[in-house]
Protein backbone atom coordinates (compact mmCIF):
# COMPACT_ATOMS: atom_id res chain seq x y z
CA UNK A 1 0.00 0.00 0.00
CA UNK A 2 3.11 2.33 0.65
CA UNK A 3 4.78 2.10 -2.29
CA UNK A 4 4.76 4.53 -5.22
CA UNK A 5 2.95 6.82 -3.00
CA UNK A 6 1.57 10.23 -5.09
CA UNK A 7 1.03 13.19 -2.70
CA UNK A 8 -2.81 12.88 -3.63
CA UNK A 9 -2.67 8.85 -2.38
CA UNK A 10 -0.57 9.71 0.66
CA UNK A 11 -2.63 12.56 1.11
CA UNK A 12 -5.88 10.40 1.27
CA UNK A 13 -4.81 7.62 3.69
CA UNK A 14 -3.65 10.56 6.24
CA UNK A 15 -6.76 12.37 6.20
CA UNK A 16 -8.62 9.24 6.45
CA UNK A 17 -6.32 7.46 9.48
CA UNK A 18 -5.79 4.49 7.35
CA UNK A 19 -2.08 4.93 7.93
CA UNK A 20 -0.16 7.51 9.63
CA UNK A 21 2.49 10.19 8.93
CA UNK A 22 4.87 8.31 10.83
CA UNK A 23 4.48 4.95 8.91
CA UNK A 24 4.83 6.50 5.77
CA UNK A 25 7.87 7.93 6.60
CA UNK A 26 9.25 5.43 8.18
CA UNK A 27 8.62 3.33 5.07
CA UNK A 28 10.82 6.25 3.12
CA UNK A 29 13.40 5.96 5.64
CA UNK A 30 13.65 2.26 4.61
CA UNK A 31 13.50 2.34 1.19
CA UNK A 32 16.29 4.86 1.30
CA UNK A 33 18.41 2.72 3.76
CA UNK A 34 18.45 0.01 1.31
CA UNK A 35 19.64 2.25 -1.98
CA UNK A 36 22.63 3.01 -1.69
CA UNK A 37 23.75 1.80 -4.69
CA UNK A 38 21.69 4.54 -6.34
CA UNK A 39 23.84 7.26 -3.87
CA UNK A 40 20.61 9.76 -4.15
CA UNK A 41 20.84 11.32 -0.74
CA UNK A 42 24.55 13.41 0.85
CA UNK A 43 22.01 13.47 3.92
CA UNK A 44 19.13 11.56 5.64
CA UNK A 45 17.65 13.78 7.92
CA UNK A 46 16.18 10.80 10.21
CA UNK A 47 15.36 11.94 13.51
CA UNK A 48 14.01 15.53 12.26
CA UNK A 49 11.39 13.57 10.20
CA UNK A 50 10.30 11.10 12.43
CA UNK A 51 9.74 14.41 14.99
CA UNK A 52 7.91 16.18 12.35
CA UNK A 53 5.99 12.93 11.53
CA UNK A 54 4.89 12.59 14.84
CA UNK A 55 3.69 16.34 14.86
CA UNK A 56 1.53 15.90 11.39
CA UNK A 57 0.08 12.55 13.29
CA UNK A 58 -0.34 14.91 16.37
CA UNK A 59 -2.73 17.67 14.15
CA UNK A 60 -4.47 14.55 12.54
CA UNK A 61 -5.53 13.50 15.78
CA UNK A 62 -6.89 16.77 16.46
CA UNK A 63 -8.52 17.26 13.16
CA UNK A 64 -6.12 19.74 12.48
CA UNK A 65 -3.95 18.61 9.30
CA UNK A 66 -3.17 21.35 7.71
CA UNK A 67 -3.28 20.75 4.04
CA UNK A 68 -2.23 18.21 1.61
CA UNK A 69 1.47 18.64 2.26
CA UNK A 70 0.91 17.84 5.58
CA UNK A 71 3.26 14.73 6.38
CA UNK A 72 3.95 13.93 3.30
CA UNK A 73 7.83 13.38 3.09
CA UNK A 74 10.24 14.95 0.72
CA UNK A 75 13.59 15.38 -0.78
CA UNK A 76 15.68 18.44 -1.54
CA UNK A 77 18.56 19.09 -3.58
CA UNK A 78 21.26 20.10 -1.51
CA UNK A 79 21.27 23.26 -3.04
CA UNK A 80 18.52 24.48 -0.95
CA UNK A 81 19.74 25.64 2.66
CA UNK A 82 17.98 23.63 5.67
CA UNK A 83 18.65 24.91 9.27
CA UNK A 84 20.78 23.27 11.33
CA UNK A 85 21.27 20.75 8.54
CA UNK A 86 24.75 19.67 6.33
CA UNK A 87 24.46 21.71 2.65
CA UNK A 88 26.84 20.72 0.70
CA UNK A 89 26.10 22.06 -3.73
CA UNK A 90 27.51 18.56 -3.51
CA UNK A 91 31.23 20.33 -3.06
CA UNK A 92 34.10 19.74 -1.01
CA UNK A 93 33.96 23.42 -0.55
CA UNK A 94 30.68 23.45 1.41
CA UNK A 95 31.27 19.86 3.02
CA UNK A 96 31.00 21.33 6.49
CA UNK A 97 28.67 24.11 5.93
CA UNK A 98 25.52 23.64 8.21
CA UNK A 99 23.02 26.75 7.63
CA UNK A 100 21.57 28.83 10.61
CA UNK A 101 18.64 29.72 8.45
CA UNK A 102 16.02 27.92 6.28
CA UNK A 103 15.35 28.83 2.34
CA UNK A 104 12.37 29.87 1.53
CA UNK A 105 11.41 26.75 -0.63
CA UNK A 106 11.87 24.59 2.08
CA UNK A 107 10.65 27.00 4.85
CA UNK A 108 7.42 26.94 2.89
CA UNK A 109 6.97 23.33 2.53
CA UNK A 110 7.68 22.64 5.93
CA UNK A 111 5.19 25.06 7.09
CA UNK A 112 2.49 23.23 5.45
CA UNK A 113 3.67 20.11 7.44
CA UNK A 114 6.22 18.43 4.88
CA UNK A 115 8.72 16.26 6.03
CA UNK A 116 11.72 16.70 5.47
CA UNK A 117 13.81 12.84 4.37
CA UNK A 118 17.11 14.33 3.38
CA UNK A 119 19.26 16.61 1.12
CA UNK A 120 19.73 15.26 -2.53
CA UNK A 121 23.01 14.30 -4.25
CA UNK A 122 23.53 17.05 -7.14
CA UNK A 123 26.44 18.34 -10.07
CA UNK A 124 28.52 20.30 -8.14
CA UNK A 125 27.02 23.59 -7.78
CA UNK A 126 24.31 22.46 -10.34
CA UNK A 127 26.77 22.86 -12.94
CA UNK A 128 26.47 19.57 -15.11
CA UNK A 129 23.83 17.14 -16.57
CA UNK A 130 25.36 14.09 -15.53
CA UNK A 131 25.81 14.27 -11.84
CA UNK A 132 29.40 13.16 -12.48
CA UNK A 133 30.73 16.36 -10.80
CA UNK A 134 29.27 15.77 -7.22
CA UNK A 135 32.28 15.82 -4.84
CA UNK A 136 29.75 12.75 -3.75
CA UNK A 137 30.37 10.28 -6.19
CA UNK A 138 27.47 10.15 -9.44
CA UNK A 139 23.94 9.18 -8.64
CA UNK A 140 22.97 6.01 -10.47
CA UNK A 141 20.03 6.04 -12.60
CA UNK A 142 17.36 3.48 -11.12
CA UNK A 143 16.77 2.49 -15.08
CA UNK A 144 18.91 0.13 -16.61
CA UNK A 145 18.80 -0.20 -20.44
CA UNK A 146 17.33 -3.94 -21.38
CA UNK A 147 20.41 -5.14 -22.89
CA UNK A 148 23.10 -4.21 -20.63
CA UNK A 149 23.77 -3.76 -16.43
CA UNK A 150 25.91 -0.85 -16.75
CA UNK A 151 24.96 1.80 -14.51
CA UNK A 152 23.38 4.87 -16.22
CA UNK A 153 23.31 8.66 -15.71
CA UNK A 154 20.26 10.12 -14.05
CA UNK A 155 20.92 13.56 -16.12
CA UNK A 156 20.96 16.49 -14.13
CA UNK A 157 22.66 19.06 -12.24
CA UNK A 158 18.79 17.66 -10.03
CA UNK A 159 20.28 13.72 -10.55
CA UNK A 160 19.25 13.03 -7.11
CA UNK A 161 16.11 14.49 -7.15
CA UNK A 162 15.26 12.62 -10.41
CA UNK A 163 16.62 9.23 -9.12
CA UNK A 164 14.84 9.21 -5.88
CA UNK A 165 11.57 10.08 -7.41
CA UNK A 166 11.64 7.26 -9.67
CA UNK A 167 13.29 5.21 -7.81
CA UNK A 168 10.79 5.53 -4.89
CA UNK A 169 12.60 7.02 -2.03
CA UNK A 170 10.32 10.13 -1.59
CA UNK A 171 7.40 11.09 -2.35
CA UNK A 172 7.86 13.85 -4.36
CA UNK A 173 11.41 15.99 -4.42
CA UNK A 174 12.85 19.83 -5.18
CA UNK A 175 15.45 20.53 -7.72
CA UNK A 176 16.63 23.43 -9.29
CA UNK A 177 16.82 24.27 -13.30
CA UNK A 178 18.93 26.77 -14.55
CA UNK A 179 19.89 25.63 -17.83
CA UNK A 180 17.74 22.08 -17.87
CA UNK A 181 18.37 20.91 -14.58
CA UNK A 182 15.24 19.90 -13.70
CA UNK A 183 13.38 18.75 -16.87
CA UNK A 184 16.41 16.53 -18.05
CA UNK A 185 16.96 14.26 -15.30
CA UNK A 186 13.08 14.17 -15.41
CA UNK A 187 13.47 13.19 -18.79
CA UNK A 188 15.90 10.42 -17.98
CA UNK A 189 13.77 8.92 -15.14
CA UNK A 190 10.60 9.02 -16.29
CA UNK A 191 9.58 11.56 -14.07
CA UNK A 192 7.76 14.74 -14.09
CA UNK A 193 9.62 18.16 -13.75
CA UNK A 194 8.83 21.31 -13.69
CA UNK A 195 10.76 24.77 -14.15
CA UNK A 196 8.21 27.59 -12.90
CA UNK A 197 9.19 31.04 -14.94
CA UNK A 198 11.49 33.26 -13.20
CA UNK A 199 10.57 35.19 -10.20
CA UNK A 200 7.59 32.43 -9.74
CA UNK A 201 9.51 30.92 -6.80
CA UNK A 202 11.54 32.45 -4.19
CA UNK A 203 15.51 32.33 -4.88
CA UNK A 204 16.13 33.28 -1.12
CA UNK A 205 18.76 30.82 0.61
CA UNK A 206 19.51 28.55 -2.47
CA UNK A 207 23.11 28.35 -3.47
CA UNK A 208 23.31 30.52 -6.22
CA UNK A 209 25.22 29.46 -9.84
CA UNK A 210 23.39 32.13 -12.43
CA UNK A 211 21.30 34.37 -10.61
CA UNK A 212 18.95 35.51 -13.60
CA UNK A 213 18.37 32.03 -14.63
CA UNK A 214 18.46 29.66 -11.35
CA UNK A 215 15.08 28.65 -10.55
CA UNK A 216 13.72 26.01 -8.12
CA UNK A 217 10.79 23.49 -9.32
CA UNK A 218 9.23 20.17 -7.85
CA UNK A 219 10.19 16.71 -9.62
CA UNK A 220 7.24 14.05 -9.21
CA UNK A 221 5.26 11.05 -10.28
CA UNK A 222 2.55 13.24 -11.76
CA UNK A 223 1.09 16.51 -12.72
CA UNK A 224 -0.88 16.63 -10.23
CA UNK A 225 1.75 16.61 -7.37
CA UNK A 226 3.58 18.92 -9.93
CA UNK A 227 0.60 21.60 -9.53
CA UNK A 228 0.23 21.18 -5.52
CA UNK A 229 3.90 21.27 -4.87
CA UNK A 230 4.40 24.70 -7.17
CA UNK A 231 1.01 25.89 -5.60
CA UNK A 232 3.44 25.10 -2.02
CA UNK A 233 6.45 26.77 -3.11
CA UNK A 234 5.95 29.54 -5.07
CA UNK A 235 4.64 33.09 -3.95
CA UNK A 236 6.35 36.74 -3.71
CA UNK A 237 8.98 36.86 -0.77
CA UNK A 238 10.75 40.45 0.31
CA UNK A 239 14.05 38.70 0.86
CA UNK A 240 14.19 37.77 -2.91
CA UNK A 241 13.93 41.55 -5.04
CA UNK A 242 13.41 39.50 -8.21
CA UNK A 243 10.85 37.01 -6.59
CA UNK A 244 7.42 38.58 -8.34
CA UNK A 245 4.45 40.07 -6.81
CA UNK A 246 1.99 38.02 -8.85
CA UNK A 247 -0.50 36.43 -6.04
CA UNK A 248 -0.25 32.93 -6.19
CA UNK A 249 -2.44 30.70 -8.03
CA UNK A 250 -4.42 27.72 -7.04
CA UNK A 251 -3.07 25.34 -9.60
CA UNK A 252 -3.65 22.43 -8.36
CA UNK A 253 -7.69 23.37 -7.79
CA UNK A 254 -7.99 25.05 -11.28
CA UNK A 255 -6.06 21.55 -12.89
CA UNK A 256 -8.35 21.44 -15.48
CA UNK A 257 -6.83 19.21 -18.36
CA UNK A 258 -9.04 20.47 -21.71
CA UNK A 259 -6.78 21.35 -24.60
CA UNK A 260 -10.16 22.04 -26.98
CA UNK A 261 -9.15 25.11 -29.68
CA UNK A 262 -5.56 25.52 -28.07
CA UNK A 263 -2.81 26.41 -30.58
CA UNK A 264 0.44 24.71 -29.67
CA UNK A 265 3.34 25.21 -31.62
CA UNK A 266 5.95 22.88 -33.37
CA UNK A 267 9.70 25.09 -33.29
CA UNK A 268 11.26 23.90 -37.16
CA UNK A 269 14.54 24.45 -35.56
CA UNK A 270 14.20 21.63 -32.85
CA UNK A 271 13.62 19.38 -35.30
CA UNK A 272 17.36 17.86 -36.26
CA UNK A 273 18.20 14.48 -38.12
CA UNK A 274 20.25 13.61 -35.09
CA UNK A 275 17.73 13.52 -33.14
CA UNK A 276 16.96 9.28 -32.24
CA UNK A 277 13.89 8.47 -34.63
CA UNK A 278 12.40 6.90 -31.36
CA UNK A 279 12.64 10.60 -29.95
CA UNK A 280 10.90 11.79 -32.92
CA UNK A 281 8.46 9.29 -32.66
CA UNK A 282 7.16 10.04 -29.36
CA UNK A 283 7.18 14.19 -30.58
CA UNK A 284 4.81 12.82 -33.44
CA UNK A 285 2.78 10.59 -30.59
CA UNK A 286 2.21 13.74 -28.85
CA UNK A 287 1.21 16.24 -31.44
CA UNK A 288 -1.40 13.55 -32.57
CA UNK A 289 -2.73 13.00 -29.22
CA UNK A 290 -3.30 16.55 -28.47
CA UNK A 291 -4.72 17.48 -31.79
CA UNK A 292 -7.51 14.29 -31.21
CA UNK A 293 -7.75 16.29 -27.78
CA UNK A 294 -8.75 19.12 -29.89
CA UNK A 295 -6.21 21.13 -29.99
CA UNK A 296 -4.46 22.75 -33.03
CA UNK A 297 -1.00 21.84 -34.18
CA UNK A 298 0.70 24.50 -35.77
CA UNK A 299 4.71 24.79 -37.09
CA UNK A 300 6.44 27.94 -35.75
CA UNK A 301 9.80 29.52 -36.28
CA UNK A 302 12.35 30.12 -33.23
CA UNK A 303 15.22 31.35 -35.40
CA UNK A 304 17.54 32.22 -32.53
CA UNK A 305 17.62 28.81 -31.25
CA UNK A 306 21.25 28.00 -32.23
CA UNK A 307 22.72 30.92 -30.58
CA UNK A 308 21.20 29.96 -27.33
CA UNK A 309 23.84 27.42 -26.10
CA UNK A 310 26.51 29.91 -26.59
CA UNK A 311 25.15 32.42 -24.83
CA UNK A 312 24.31 30.44 -21.75
CA UNK A 313 28.01 29.55 -21.51
CA UNK A 314 28.44 32.81 -21.28
CA UNK A 315 25.93 34.22 -19.24
CA UNK A 316 25.62 31.31 -16.62
CA UNK A 317 29.45 31.22 -16.07
CA UNK A 318 29.81 34.61 -15.52
CA UNK A 319 27.30 35.16 -13.19
CA UNK A 320 28.90 31.91 -11.25
CA UNK A 321 32.37 32.71 -11.41
CA UNK A 322 31.24 36.46 -9.66
CA UNK A 323 28.53 34.55 -6.97
CA UNK A 324 31.30 31.75 -6.23
CA UNK A 325 34.23 34.54 -4.97
CA UNK A 326 31.87 34.68 -1.61
CA UNK A 327 33.81 30.95 -1.08
CA UNK A 328 37.22 31.89 0.39
CA UNK A 329 37.70 30.52 3.07
CA UNK A 330 37.12 33.13 5.50
CA UNK A 331 33.16 33.34 6.56
CA UNK A 332 32.06 29.66 5.87
CA UNK A 333 33.31 26.31 4.34
CA UNK A 334 36.41 24.93 3.70
CA UNK A 335 40.02 26.91 4.43
CA UNK A 336 43.36 25.56 3.66
CA UNK A 337 46.15 26.69 6.33
CA UNK A 338 48.03 29.06 4.50
CA UNK A 339 50.03 32.14 5.87
CA UNK A 340 49.41 34.43 3.18
CA UNK A 341 46.13 35.66 2.27
CA UNK A 342 46.13 35.35 -1.27
CA UNK A 343 47.81 31.91 -1.13
CA UNK A 344 45.19 30.79 1.39
CA UNK A 345 42.15 31.77 -1.31
CA UNK A 346 43.91 30.18 -4.20
CA UNK A 347 44.72 27.10 -1.91
CA UNK A 348 41.14 26.59 -0.72
CA UNK A 349 39.38 27.29 -3.95
CA UNK A 350 41.85 24.89 -6.29
CA UNK A 351 41.10 22.43 -3.43
CA UNK A 352 37.65 23.32 -2.66
CA UNK A 353 36.27 23.38 -6.16
CA UNK A 354 36.06 20.69 -8.79
CA UNK A 355 37.40 20.74 -11.98
CA UNK A 356 33.72 21.75 -14.23
CA UNK A 357 33.48 24.17 -11.42
CA UNK A 358 36.69 25.74 -12.12
CA UNK A 359 36.58 25.70 -15.95
CA UNK A 360 33.21 27.86 -15.30
CA UNK A 361 35.05 30.19 -13.20
CA UNK A 362 37.44 30.89 -15.40
CA UNK A 363 35.45 30.90 -18.69
CA UNK A 364 33.28 33.42 -16.74
CA UNK A 365 36.07 34.94 -15.30
CA UNK A 366 37.58 35.58 -18.69
CA UNK A 367 34.23 37.12 -20.21
CA UNK A 368 34.06 39.23 -17.51
CA UNK A 369 37.11 41.04 -17.77
CA UNK A 370 38.34 44.18 -18.92
CA UNK A 371 38.69 44.11 -22.46
CA UNK A 372 36.08 41.28 -23.33
CA UNK A 373 32.80 42.59 -21.28
CA UNK A 374 31.30 43.83 -24.34
CA UNK A 375 32.18 41.56 -26.95
CA UNK A 376 31.34 38.78 -24.90
CA UNK A 377 28.99 38.90 -21.79
CA UNK A 378 26.86 42.20 -23.33
CA UNK A 379 26.60 40.43 -26.64
CA UNK A 380 25.21 37.11 -25.13
CA UNK A 381 23.19 39.36 -23.21
CA UNK A 382 21.62 40.75 -26.79
CA UNK A 383 21.20 37.68 -27.78
CA UNK A 384 19.16 37.13 -25.29
CA UNK A 385 17.17 39.86 -25.80
CA UNK A 386 16.67 38.12 -29.23
CA UNK A 387 15.89 35.19 -28.25
CA UNK A 388 13.05 36.30 -25.66
CA UNK A 389 11.43 38.16 -28.65
CA UNK A 390 11.50 35.13 -30.64
CA UNK A 391 9.25 33.43 -27.90
CA UNK A 392 7.45 36.71 -27.26
CA UNK A 393 6.86 36.61 -30.93
CA UNK A 394 5.40 33.26 -31.25
CA UNK A 395 3.48 33.68 -28.30
CA UNK A 396 1.05 35.99 -30.72
CA UNK A 397 0.31 32.68 -32.12
CA UNK A 398 -0.15 29.94 -29.92
CA UNK A 399 -0.96 29.20 -26.33
CA UNK A 400 1.83 26.40 -26.24
CA UNK A 401 5.19 25.06 -27.67
CA UNK A 402 5.38 21.06 -27.48
CA UNK A 403 9.38 19.65 -28.22
CA UNK A 404 11.42 16.79 -27.03
CA UNK A 405 13.09 17.62 -23.63
CA UNK A 406 16.49 16.40 -24.24
CA UNK A 407 18.15 15.13 -27.62
CA UNK A 408 19.18 11.12 -26.27
CA UNK A 409 18.06 9.11 -23.32
CA UNK A 410 20.13 8.22 -20.45
CA UNK A 411 24.15 7.02 -21.18
CA UNK A 412 26.37 4.96 -19.29
CA UNK A 413 28.26 6.99 -16.57
CA UNK A 414 31.08 5.52 -17.86
CA UNK A 415 30.59 7.37 -21.08
CA UNK A 416 33.72 9.82 -20.77
CA UNK A 417 33.34 12.60 -22.58
CA UNK A 418 36.55 14.52 -23.03
CA UNK A 419 35.46 18.08 -24.68
CA UNK A 420 33.15 19.93 -22.44
CA UNK A 421 31.55 21.30 -24.73
CA UNK A 422 29.97 17.71 -25.70
CA UNK A 423 28.50 17.60 -22.73
CA UNK A 424 26.57 20.99 -22.65
CA UNK A 425 24.59 19.80 -25.63
CA UNK A 426 22.33 17.43 -23.45
CA UNK A 427 20.86 21.13 -22.75
CA UNK A 428 19.90 22.02 -26.30
CA UNK A 429 15.93 21.92 -26.04
CA UNK A 430 16.05 23.32 -22.33
CA UNK A 431 18.67 26.22 -22.31
CA UNK A 432 16.56 28.47 -24.10
CA UNK A 433 13.56 28.64 -21.91
CA UNK A 434 15.85 29.58 -19.32
CA UNK A 435 17.15 32.74 -21.41
CA UNK A 436 13.51 33.95 -21.59
CA UNK A 437 12.79 32.91 -18.09
CA UNK A 438 9.76 30.74 -19.29
CA UNK A 439 7.94 28.08 -17.27
CA UNK A 440 8.00 24.70 -18.81
CA UNK A 441 7.29 20.78 -17.97
CA UNK A 442 9.15 17.66 -19.02
CA UNK A 443 6.40 14.82 -19.31
CA UNK A 444 7.40 11.17 -19.55
CA UNK A 445 6.12 9.76 -22.67
CA UNK A 446 6.94 6.10 -22.93
CA UNK A 447 10.50 4.28 -23.17
CA UNK A 448 12.35 3.98 -25.90
CA UNK A 449 13.68 0.36 -27.49
CA UNK A 450 16.68 0.25 -24.83
CA UNK A 451 13.61 0.78 -21.92
CA UNK A 452 15.05 3.67 -21.28
CA UNK A 453 12.56 6.74 -20.67
CA UNK A 454 11.87 9.59 -23.12
CA UNK A 455 10.48 12.92 -22.01
CA UNK A 456 8.76 15.83 -24.00
CA UNK A 457 8.83 19.18 -22.81
CA UNK A 458 5.79 21.84 -23.11
CA UNK A 459 6.65 25.64 -22.90
CA UNK A 460 3.69 28.34 -22.22
CA UNK A 461 4.25 32.09 -21.77
CA UNK A 462 5.25 33.86 -18.55
CA UNK A 463 3.83 32.80 -15.83
CA UNK A 464 0.86 30.66 -17.42
CA UNK A 465 1.78 27.40 -14.94
CA UNK A 466 -1.74 26.59 -15.07
CA UNK A 467 -2.24 26.46 -18.60
CA UNK A 468 0.97 24.26 -18.73
CA UNK A 469 0.12 21.93 -15.89
CA UNK A 470 -3.41 21.81 -17.55
CA UNK A 471 -1.84 20.38 -21.29
CA UNK A 472 0.17 18.11 -19.10
CA UNK A 473 -2.16 16.20 -17.49
CA UNK A 474 -3.77 16.18 -21.04
CA UNK A 475 -1.21 14.10 -21.88
CA UNK A 476 -0.37 12.41 -18.62
CA UNK A 477 -4.04 10.76 -18.90
CA UNK A 478 -4.01 10.16 -22.57
CA UNK A 479 -0.42 8.34 -22.47
CA UNK A 480 -1.12 6.64 -18.92
CA UNK A 481 2.66 6.08 -18.41
CA UNK A 482 4.54 3.49 -15.63
CA UNK A 483 7.05 5.15 -13.60
CA UNK A 484 8.24 1.95 -12.39
CA UNK A 485 11.72 1.08 -12.94
CA UNK A 486 12.67 -2.74 -12.05
CA UNK A 487 13.67 -2.78 -8.14
CA UNK A 488 17.85 -4.31 -9.02
CA UNK A 489 19.43 -1.87 -5.77
CA UNK A 490 18.16 -3.34 -2.74
CA UNK B 1 44.67 37.54 -28.72
CA UNK B 2 45.56 34.15 -29.17
CA UNK B 3 44.34 32.19 -25.97
CA UNK B 4 47.23 30.60 -24.60
CA UNK B 5 49.13 28.96 -21.71
CA UNK B 6 49.83 32.37 -20.84
CA UNK B 7 46.09 33.38 -21.02
CA UNK B 8 44.95 30.17 -18.71
CA UNK B 9 47.79 31.33 -15.84
CA UNK B 10 46.30 34.88 -15.81
CA UNK B 11 42.90 33.96 -15.75
CA UNK B 12 43.44 31.23 -13.09
CA UNK B 13 45.42 34.38 -11.32
CA UNK B 14 42.16 36.43 -11.58
CA UNK B 15 39.99 33.66 -10.00
CA UNK B 16 41.99 33.05 -7.17
CA UNK B 17 42.39 29.39 -8.30
CA UNK B 18 45.97 27.98 -8.60
CA UNK B 19 46.57 25.86 -11.01
CA UNK B 20 49.60 23.19 -11.67
CA UNK B 21 51.53 22.34 -14.81
CA UNK B 22 49.76 19.25 -14.89
CA UNK B 23 46.37 20.87 -14.78
CA UNK B 24 47.03 23.89 -16.99
CA UNK B 25 47.67 21.75 -20.45
CA UNK B 26 44.31 20.30 -19.96
CA UNK B 27 42.64 23.57 -19.10
CA UNK B 28 43.77 25.39 -21.56
CA UNK B 29 42.76 22.58 -23.72
CA UNK B 30 39.43 22.83 -22.83
CA UNK B 31 39.09 26.90 -22.39
CA UNK B 32 40.30 26.75 -25.70
CA UNK B 33 37.02 24.59 -27.02
CA UNK B 34 34.80 26.60 -24.99
CA UNK B 35 35.78 29.74 -26.73
CA UNK B 36 35.16 28.68 -30.00
CA UNK B 37 32.04 27.27 -29.01
CA UNK B 38 30.73 30.73 -27.52
CA UNK B 39 32.56 32.80 -30.42
CA UNK B 40 30.35 31.75 -32.79
CA UNK B 41 28.30 34.36 -31.29
CA UNK B 42 30.51 37.06 -33.04
CA UNK B 43 28.46 36.22 -36.42
CA UNK B 44 25.48 37.05 -35.25
CA UNK B 45 24.44 40.87 -35.66
CA UNK B 46 23.20 42.78 -32.34
CA UNK B 47 23.45 46.34 -33.30
CA UNK B 48 20.55 48.07 -32.40
CA UNK B 49 19.90 45.61 -29.84
CA UNK B 50 19.23 45.93 -26.18
CA UNK B 51 20.39 43.57 -23.66
CA UNK B 52 18.09 41.73 -20.96
CA UNK B 53 20.22 41.26 -18.18
CA UNK B 54 17.21 38.89 -16.30
CA UNK B 55 13.87 38.06 -18.11
CA UNK B 56 11.46 39.54 -15.98
CA UNK B 57 8.84 42.68 -16.86
CA UNK B 58 9.12 43.89 -12.99
CA UNK B 59 11.18 46.74 -11.56
CA UNK B 60 13.46 45.40 -8.79
CA UNK B 61 11.18 45.40 -5.99
CA UNK B 62 13.28 47.21 -3.07
CA UNK B 63 12.58 46.23 0.63
CA UNK B 64 11.62 49.59 2.93
CA UNK B 65 15.14 50.52 4.28
CA UNK B 66 14.18 49.74 8.07
CA UNK B 67 16.74 47.61 9.96
CA UNK B 68 15.53 43.86 10.93
CA UNK B 69 17.23 41.80 13.41
CA UNK B 70 18.49 38.89 11.01
CA UNK B 71 21.34 36.93 11.72
CA UNK B 72 22.93 37.11 15.46
CA UNK B 73 26.99 37.69 15.65
CA UNK B 74 26.93 33.59 16.68
CA UNK B 75 24.72 32.56 14.30
CA UNK B 76 27.25 33.86 11.34
CA UNK B 77 30.14 33.24 13.24
CA UNK B 78 28.59 29.37 13.53
CA UNK B 79 30.63 28.10 10.18
CA UNK B 80 33.68 30.53 10.19
CA UNK B 81 36.84 28.62 9.88
CA UNK B 82 38.64 30.38 12.56
CA UNK B 83 37.37 33.94 14.29
CA UNK B 84 38.64 35.68 17.60
CA UNK B 85 36.26 38.22 19.96
CA UNK B 86 33.43 37.90 17.26
CA UNK B 87 35.47 38.71 14.36
CA UNK B 88 36.61 36.69 11.42
CA UNK B 89 40.35 35.69 11.52
CA UNK B 90 42.61 35.70 8.03
CA UNK B 91 45.75 35.74 7.97
CA UNK B 92 48.16 38.99 8.44
CA UNK B 93 47.41 41.09 5.70
CA UNK B 94 49.82 44.37 6.54
CA UNK B 95 53.59 43.01 7.58
Known amino acids: MLDNLTILEASKLIDEKKVSALEITNSYLKKIEDSKKLNCFITVSHDKAVHAAKETDNRVSKNNRIGPMDGIPLAYKDLFCTKDTLTTASSKILSNFIPTYESTVTNNCINKGAITLGKLNCDEFAMGSTNKTSFYGPVVNPWKSLDSDEELVPGGSSGGSAASVAADLCIASIGTDTGGSIRQPASFTGAVGLKPTYGRVSRWGTIAFASSLDQAGPISKTVEDAAILLQTISGHDNKDSTSSQRPNEHYFSNLNSSVKNLKIGIPKEYMSDDLPLEIQNYWNEGKKILSENGAEIIEISLPHTKTALPAYYIIAPAEASSNLSRYDGVKYGLRTNEKNLIKMYESTRSDGFGDEVKRRIMIGTYVLSSGYYDAYYLKAQKIRSLIKKDFDNVFKDVNAILTPATPNTAFAIDKEEKDPVKNYLNDIFTVPINLAGLPAISIPFGLDKKGLPVGMQLITNSFEEQLLLNIAKNIQDSINFKNEPKCWWK | ?95
Open chain 2, 1 to 95: MEFDKNSTIKLAKLARLSVNDNQLNSLEKDLKSILKFIDQLKEINTEDIDPTSNSLDQKLILRDDIAENTLSNEDLLKNVPESELGFFVVPKVIE
